[in-house]
């Protein structure tokens, strides 16, 4: 499987830093009986994780513009590039000892996703993407899943919690999913979640509340995977809304008519 320049960069900068991840992955865990607990330290983790990145997305490419959740927006001299990176998706889970977290970066060209990488260090799985090649998980050609109904699928979601999100509003969605699905699951790291749909393994996914950097890379590989993606009124301002949809066509829109049923009355 052939790789541009492009993407190779961002390869490489994604494992650096899951390399790092994981190293204080396995810290963390020694962490979690200490009467303090792993927070800061995790934090300290989530930091080097996007400074490694940062440097060596600029060192490859100094002109492009850098979006990063943990530090302040960098614009580039070349106006028509910019990396959108969470250096550590699924913090919580990684706070808890949990494997399931990743690095995600993608590369916006002109407003447009034109690749992404989501890699997940504790399970060795590397997503990535380019437009128009196809999405891979590791060297194998991935497509999202083929169910054509919302009764055999599996179907993954975000959970709002202390002091985030709609929580009525997300209580009245999933009423309205579960009572139509297989399976729901609440995976707890988004850019994963997306991944997983490209990758065929959820059949679906609906969250509200998210930032760019949590699903750049995932839309596209969505995307190269054959699938779906919006925000929940059906429409393409993903980033704007904060909210996303994806599956494949037909799941994708059946989600969206579940999610924006009305309040039962009774
Ligand atoms: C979070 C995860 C989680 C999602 C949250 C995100 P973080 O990102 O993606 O699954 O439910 O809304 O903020 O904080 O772990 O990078
Ligand atoms: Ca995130
Ligand atoms: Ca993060």
Redesign the pocket.
């Known amino acids: 499987m052939a790789r541009s320049a492009l993407l190779n960069v961002m390869v490489q900068a994604a494992i650096k830093a899951g390399k790092s991840l994981s190293r204080d992955f396995g810290e963390v865990q020694n962490l979690q009986v200490s009467v303090k607990g792993p927070s800061d330290f995790v934090s300290q983790a989530d930091l080097r994780a996007e400074k490694i990145v940062r440097e060596e997305l600029i060192k490859a490419r100094p002109t492009y513009g850098f979006l990063g959740?943990e530090s302040q927006e960098v614009k580039g001299t070349d106006g028509a590039h910019r990396w959108i990176v969470?250096p550590?998706?699924?913090?919580?889970?990684f706070l808890h000892g949990i494997p399931q977290?990743a690095v995600s970066i993608a590369l916006e060209r002109n407003g447009e996703i034109v690749a992404g990488v989501i890699f997940n260090p504790a399970a060795d799985e590397l997503y990535t993407a380019e437009k128009g090649g196809g999405a891979f998980l590791n060297d194998r050609r991935i497509r999202v899943a083929s169910r054509r109904v919302l009764s055999d699928c599996v179907i993954g979601c975000?959970?709002p919690h202390l002091g985030?999100?709609n929580h009525g509003k997300f209580l009245v969605e999933l009423r309205h999913v579960m009572g139509e699905v297989a399976g729901m699951r609440r995976?707890?790291?988004?850019?994963l979640?997306l991944a997983y749909v490209a990758a065929g393994r959820l059949d679906g996914f609906w969250?509200a509340?998210?930032?760019p950097?949590?699903m750049a890379a995932g839309l596209i590989l969505i995307r190269e995977a054959g699938g779906f993606t919006s925000d929940m009124k059906g429409a393409t301002d993903i980033f704007g809304s904060g909210n996303v949809v994806a599956g494949n066509e037909l799941i994708h829109k059946a989600l969206i008519e579940v999610v924006n049923r009305p309040i039962p009355t009774r």
């Open positions: 959740e969470d550590l998706d699924g913090t919580t889970n977290f975000g959970v985030r999100g995976m707890g790291a988004a850019a979640d969250e509340d998210l930032s950097w949590d």
